[in-house]
C-alpha cells in the first residue's frame, strides 16, 4: 500500500526546524486551539449520532441501545482518521487554524495511522494530563511525545506550500 500520491514531495531534510523555522512558528498554541474545535465538533457528531442510535435502539426494541456503550469513541477515531488520514491531512480544526500533518519524510499520513495518532494521544494524555504539552518546549519541531512515536510532524500549512512544496 503506497502512502504517497503525486502531489507528495519526499525529502528528507523538508521539516528540519533550522532550515525552515517558519513551518513550527506558533504550531504549539495553535494545536491548542485547534484540538478545542475539533473537540466541539465531535460532541455535535456525537450528539447527532446519539439520536440516530436512539431511534435504531427503538427498532430493535432495545438492542440498538448497546452502541452508546462505544458510541464517543468510534466517532472520535472515524472523524481523526478520515480528516486527519484524508487528502487535506488535517482535520477541520487544524485547517483553521492553519495546521497540517506529515510523515517525517513528507508524506501525507493514511486514515490507520491517524487513528493511531489519536489514540497515542489519548493514552498519553491520561497518563501524564496537560503535562504532554512539556515534550513540545524541547522539541525542535513542536513535536509531542505521540509524534515522535509515529514520525510525524505538524506544521504550517500555508508556509510549506508556498515556500517548501514549490521548491520540491
Same mark, same amino acid.
Given at each position: 500500500?503506497?502512502?504517497?500520491?503525486?502531489?507528495?514531495?519526499?525529502?528528507?531534510? &523538508?521539516?528540519?526546524?533550522?532550515?525552515?523555522?517558519?513551518?513550527?512558528?506558533? !504550531?504549539?498554541?495553535?494545536?491548542?486551539?485547534?484540538?478545542?474545535?475539533? &473537540?466541539?465538533?465531535?460532541?455535535? =457528531?456525537?450528539?447527532?449520532?446519539? !439520536?440516530?442510535?436512539?431511534?435504531?435502539?427503538?427498532?430493535?426494541?432495545? #438492542?440498538?441501545?448497546? #452502541?452508546?456503550?462505544?458510541?464517543?469513541?468510534?466517532?472520535?477515531? #472515524?472523524?481523526?482518521?478520515?480528516?486527519?488520514?484524508?487528502?487535506?491531512?488535517?482535520?477541520?480544526?487544524?485547517?483553521?487554524?492553519?495546521?497540517?500533518?506529515? #510523515?517525517?519524510?513528507?508524506?501525507?499520513?493514511?486514515?490507520?495511522?491517524?487513528? !493511531? /495518532?489519536?489514540?497515542?494521544?489519548?493514552?498519553?494524555?491520561?497518563?501524564?494530563?496537560?503535562?504532554? =504539552?512539556?515534550? $513540545?518546549?524541547?522539541?525542535?519541531?513542536?513535536? =509531542?511525545?505521540?509524534?515522535?512515536?509515529?514520525?510525524? &510532524? &505538524?506544521?504550517? $500549512?500555508?508556509?510549506?506550500?508556498? /515556500? !517548501?512544496?514549490?521548491?520540491?
Amino acid at each position: 500500500m503506497s502512502v504517497e500520491t503525486s502531489s507528495d514531495h519526499v525529502r528528507k531534510d &523538508v521539516f528540519e526546524a533550522a532550515r525552515h523555522p517558519e513551518l513550527f512558528s506558533g !504550531v504549539r498554541s495553535r494545536r491548542i486551539f485547534a484540538f478545542f474545535i475539533d &473537540v466541539i465538533v465531535i460532541a455535535l =457528531l456525537t450528539l447527532a449520532a446519539g !439520536v440516530l442510535v436512539f431511534v435504531l435502539g427503538v427498532f430493535t426494541l432495545g #438492542l440498538g441501545f448497546l #452502541l452508546y456503550a462505544i458510541l464517543p469513541t468510534a466517532v472520535a477515531l #472515524l472523524y481523526v482518521a478520515f480528516t486527519l488520514g484524508g487528502p487535506q491531512s488535517a482535520t477541520p480544526g487544524m485547517r483553521a487554524m492553519g495546521l497540517e500533518m506529515r #510523515l517525517w519524510y513528507g508524506a501525507r499520513p493514511y486514515p490507520l495511522l491517524a487513528a !493511531v /495518532h489519536a489514540i497515542l494521544f489519548w493514552f498519553s494524555i491520561s497518563l501524564l494530563t496537560p503535562f504532554v =504539552l512539556l515534550v $513540545s518546549l524541547f522539541s525542535d519541531r513542536k513535536r =509531542l511525545l505521540h509524534d515522535m512515536v509515529l514520525g510525524v &510532524v &505538524v506544521i504550517n $500549512s500555508a508556509y510549506y506550500r508556498e /515556500h !517548501v512544496a514549490q521548491r520540491g
